[in-house]
């Protein structure tokens, strides 16, 4: 067991850098872990990104499972996670894995476990792999690799959404986007969802780089000055960025605005509600800005909070009724579809929002923060020499003279002034890193409030 002692699911499956833990040895002990839990004669599909060496960890991982009895349906070809995780509940499969570091550095490759709904699998089933490590041998018979069937996991997951968004409302309208698919598997799927409209698609960084052009393939702010550009040049209606495996997005507004997450989120929330007419609550993580609670009271829907970490809310989609749920990160889920997030997805319905408004985007956020309130959100990770823990007996009884009202202990530390301006603290479970999060209505003072916390950590 010594060799597996470095691998360990995190919030969204097991990543590590290749050729350090990301080995071939052991990712043929954690697909025998997997082939373990689940049983012979099951189902299952596995799919990768455009990552290096993505398509071979994907082959050996299959011919694991098919040396266990297990029948394996691989992905042709790169796909985006939300594919692989539509694949799995459109056949009827017992489980997914997707061979991704999604927006890791380029130097990471990594593992996810979709369950038979293609929502994330829960950290039940995670520990559960976990504790079946090294327990069997191997199973590798690379003379079984026939009984793997290779197939196009692209042309349902296509075809799904093409009827998923009302392209008969879409159709004729003269918008022009700009996707930026910072060189991952998202590719130019927008592109075939959107065939036979009269919508302008253009696209930036679809082609395959596995450097990511030494950039991680993350859809913040600071990676997509290219993006922000274009737009403002080119005179986009709306800028799209996906990350490496296209299942978090981040927008772009008219004149190169940036649109965070956070915002989407909300945006989503109030088309399918307002504009399609779908009921259901709305998720958002303990990190998630106030202007979701505005939005649920308006709406007069309920309001879910949960750990960060999409598995969290995939859980409670599958569970309750839940318009759309989203996270800090850019994963947004919606109702009627998997229980997983889906970057693509949650474009498209921003540009259907744009049509159903016959506004651009700018003018639909700039009216939604008018109602709802304009909150400015900073995070900084802090990375430190040894791990600490949330400062429970170092916290402020005001932050900017405003009064600490409330603390949510839920996951990490957060606390909350009677002004709805918030500090939060947010350990990693497997690094020496402590995440700080700060959200108030002025962004100076959004930037101020996590100096505040930023100073009580370094004084630990």
């Not at 060189?183 to 969802?193: C, Q, T, V």
Request: hydrophobic share 40%; aromatic share 8%.
């Amino acid at each position: 067991m010594q060799e597996t002692i470095n691998i360990k699911f995190g919030t969204d499956g097991w990543r590590a850098i290749i050729g350090d833990t990301y080995t071939f040895d052991n990712l043929k002990i954690v697909s025998q872990a997997v082939a373990d839990y689940l049983g012979s004669g099951k189902k299952l599909a596995v799919g990768f990104d455009t990552r290096f060496m993505s398509g071979i960890f994907a082959e050996i991982a299959s011919k694991v499972f098919a040396a266990n009895d297990i029948e394996v349906v691989l992905s042709d070809r790169p796909i985006p996670t939300p594919a692989l995780s539509f694949a799995v509940k459109n056949k009827k499969l017992d489980l997914g894995i997707m061979i991704t570091a999604s927006h890791n550095p380029a130097e990471y490759n990594g593992f996810k476990i979709k369950n038979s709904s293609g929502g994330a699998a829960d950290i039940e089933v995670t520990k559960k792999v976990e504790s079946l490590f090294g327990r069997t041998p191997v199973k590798d018979d690379p003379g079984l690799a026939g009984k793997i069937r290779k197939e196009d996991l692209t042309k349902g997951y296509v075809k799904f959404i093409r009827g998923y968004v009302d392209l008969k409302k879409i159709k004729n309208k003269k918008f022009k986007i700009l996707v930026d698919a910072m060189y991952g598997s998202g590719d130019s799927l927008i592109a075939e969802a959107l065939k036979g409209t009269s919508i302008k698609v253009d696209f930036m960084r679809n082609t395959i780089n596995p450097s990511f052009d030494g950039r991680r393939p993350e859809p913040v702010e600071e990676n997509l000055k290219d993006l922000k550009e274009r737009v403002k040049t080119g005179k986009y209606d709306l800028g799209i960025a996906l990350d490496g495996d296209a299942d978090r997005i981040a927008a772009v507004a008219p004149g190169g605005v940036f649109i965070h997450p956070q915002k989407i989120l909300g945006l989503l929330a109030l088309h399918l509600h307002q504009d399609r007419h779908w009921s259901g609550g709305i998720v958002k993580t303990v990190c998630g800005t106030t202007m979701i609670d505005n939005i649920a009271k308006f709406l007069k829907v309920k309001l879910y909070e949960t750990p960060v970490g999409f598995k969290y809310i995939s859980n409670l989609m599958e569970t309750e009724d839940v318009v759309a749920g989203g996270e800090e990160a850019g994963g947004m889920g919606v109702k009627n579809y998997i229980p997983e997030r889906d970057g693509s997805m949650a474009g498209l319905l921003l540009l259907e929002m744009m049509v159903y408004r016959k506004k651009n985007i700018l003018k639909i956020l700039n009216e939604t923060e008018k109602q709802f309130g304009k909150y400015y959100y900073v995070r900084e990770d802090l990375h430190l020499e040894k791990r600490v823990e949330p400062p429970k007996e170092h916290l402020p009884s005001q932050l900017l003279g405003k009064k600490v009202v409330k603390i949510n202990e839920s996951d990490g530390i957060k606390i909350i002034c009677e002004d709805d301006s918030w500090l939060m603290f947010r350990g990693s479970g497997t690094e020496p890193i402590m995440r700080l999060y700060a959200e108030s209505k002025n962004l100076s003072n959004s930037k101020k409030i996590l100096g505040i916390g930023k100073q009580i950590i370094l004084s630990l």
